[in-house]
């Protein structure tokens, strides 16, 4: 069956706009985007800090105890529940600060929420640099969740509020390249600084997030609001006329600048977004923004992002090398963002969910495959087999970060109309981070006791998410989002949803139309 079997594309992409990317929209995207090496370099940093010696004797000896017991079983040895909590508790702190970020987001706007995360994040760096007992790591991981919190719930709306559409996909994965490259650089750092003999290099890895924070919260001060702010916010068209001519390079701005007008509208009429999201008519966003973020952390992406120094000591490579290798999947990964970047406003969203879900599919199940045929709990596995893990980690890094990557914050953000959009994102946000503690707490207990079955509950859970995508998400390549509306409209599920809506307010203003026309008595 074709891939656009059950859904029709909506026919003119750029819905009559007109404009270019400008080198003003680029400059205001990187650094909006910058917020996404944050959110990178903290995945990155806590997996390679965790796997040095120096780090696990002074913080969690009781875990560096079991790596030099040869009677513990490889998958057991970094089990450890505060361990995992060092990692994790950052994810339940950025939750909360989500949530709290909709309403900063939606009342003050993107900026305010940019700033108030940077200026977070730096202050979790210096506690991080300075710590010298657990208490003070998890400051650190609570800080940093919050500015996390507050950045990833604003710069994906910034985004995508100020791309054209027509080139929508490409600037909003932007912040999934910029995720990307946190996590290069963490994992680069980590194989420097695991070098000092002294050993407090985990210090320097910890505080030197305070680097990106500094310039977004800095690139903040000087950014422009979104246009869509603008008038939500005072109803200034003029000012938002004139940042629409700047942003798209032409004076011919009136199409886009009545869609969002008129999105602003129905926004400000909107007391109450968490609400409005749970109303019928929105059922298919309320649907994607929970659905998607979901099966993103069932991937076992973040087994990567936060273990993957320590997976690859589990198998056999050393320190230095297990560092190493982590630095390899991520050139890979950084390498799939790019390629995103290029074909998804090409291809469109849904083919590269297909494609991505069916490459981590296979990905998966090799590793597994592997690992149980190969990898015993006591004795090291073979050098060759573990080298073909790391590439076929590789393969599965580079389908994640050329598909449920990037549009695990693309989509939702640009299927939500202007009066929930920053609930949405909320909902996303929280989503991911949720489910990111679940999976950051849990993974090193699961795999103690399923051991290489681990990673065929991940292929299993990416099977289902595929089918899902295959069968309910529509294609928004290319649509503005004042116009998304018709992408549910015309889809073969959703429109029995929204047409049955459409069709009993529009009966409603029948019934009130002929009420106002009877005549008096």
């Not at 950045?151 to 995720?179: D, K, V, W």
Request: proline share 4%; glycine share 10%; net charge positive.
């Amino acid at each position: 069956m074709a891939i656009g079997a059950f859904v029709e594309e909506v026919p003119g992409g750029g819905g009559g706009y007109s404009g270019r990317v400008t080198p003003f929209v680029v400059l205001t995207c990187v650094v909006a985007g910058s917020g996404g090496i944050l959110f990178g370099y903290d995945l990155g940093i806590s997996g390679g800090v965790t796997s040095m010696d120096s780090f696990l004797k002074r913080f969690f000896p009781e875990v560096y105890r079991h790596k030099q017991d040869s009677k513990v079983s490889h998958y057991c040895q970094f089990n450890s529940e505060l361990l995992t909590l060092f990692t994790s508790s950052l994810y339940i702190a950025g939750l909360v600060a989500t949530l709290i970020a909709s309403s900063v987001t939606r009342r003050f706007g993107r900026r305010a929420s940019m700033l108030i995360g940077g200026t977070v994040f730096i202050a979790g760096s210096v506690f991080g640099g300075a710590a010298v007992n657990v208490p003070m790591l998890l400051l650190n991981r609570i800080l940093l969740g919050i500015g996390l919190g507050f950045t990833n719930q604003s710069i994906p709306l910034y985004l995508s509020e100020m791309a054209p559409p027509q080139y929508r996909g490409a600037i909003n994965n932007g912040f999934e390249l910029s995720i990307s490259i946190g996590i290069l650089i963490a994992n680069i750092l980590n194989y420097c600084v695991v070098k000092i003999t002294a050993g407090w290099g985990w210090r320097i890895s910890l505080s030197m997030a305070a680097v990106p924070a500094a310039f977004l919260t800095i690139g903040a001060i000087f950014l422009p609001e979104t246009p869509s702010f603008i008038i939500q916010r005072d109803g200034n068209t003029d000012k938002a006329r004139a940042l629409l001519q700047k942003l798209r390079g032409t004076t011919s701005v009136q199409n886009e600048l009545d869609d969002l007008v008129s999105a602003s509208n129905l926004s400000r009429a909107t007391r109450y977004p968490f609400r409005h999201i749970f109303k019928r008519k929105f059922r298919p966003q309320l649907a994607m923004v929970l659905l998607i973020p979901f099966f993103n952390q069932l991937t076992g992406i973040n087994v990567m992002n936060f273990y993957a120094p320590v997976m690859f000591r589990t198998i056999g490579l050393k320190e230095s090398a297990s560092l190493l290798s982590s630095i390899v999947t991520r050139l890979c990964a950084t390498f799939a963002n790019i390629v995103a970047m290029m074909v998804v406003d090409r291809f469109g969203r849904r083919k590269l969910f297909l494609v991505g879900g069916i490459q981590m599919i296979l990905s998966q199940i090799a590793v597994g495959a592997i690992l149980a045929a190969k990898f015993k709990d006591y004795g090291l596995m073979d050098k060759d087999y573990a080298y073909l893990v790391l590439i076929t980690m590789c393969v599965f890094v580079a389908g994640f970060a050329w598909s449920w990557g990037p549009l695990t914050f693309l989509v939702p953000t640009e299927i939500c109309p202007l009066e929930i959009r920053s609930a949405g994102q909320s909902i996303v946000v929280a989503v991911v981070f949720l489910m990111t503690f679940v999976i950051g707490q849990t993974f090193l207990a699961v795999l103690c006791r399923i051991k290489s079955g681990t990673f065929f509950v991940f292929a299993a859970w990416i099977c289902v998410m595929t089918l899902l995508v295959y069968m309910f998400l529509p294609e928004t390549k290319k649509i503005p989002m004042e116009q998304m509306e018709q992408v549910w409209r015309s889809h073969w599920f959703w429109k029995k949803i929204v047409g049955e809506v459409e069709n009993k307010e529009g009966e409603e203003k029948v019934q009130q139309a002929g009420k106002i026309a009877l005549p008096s008595s």
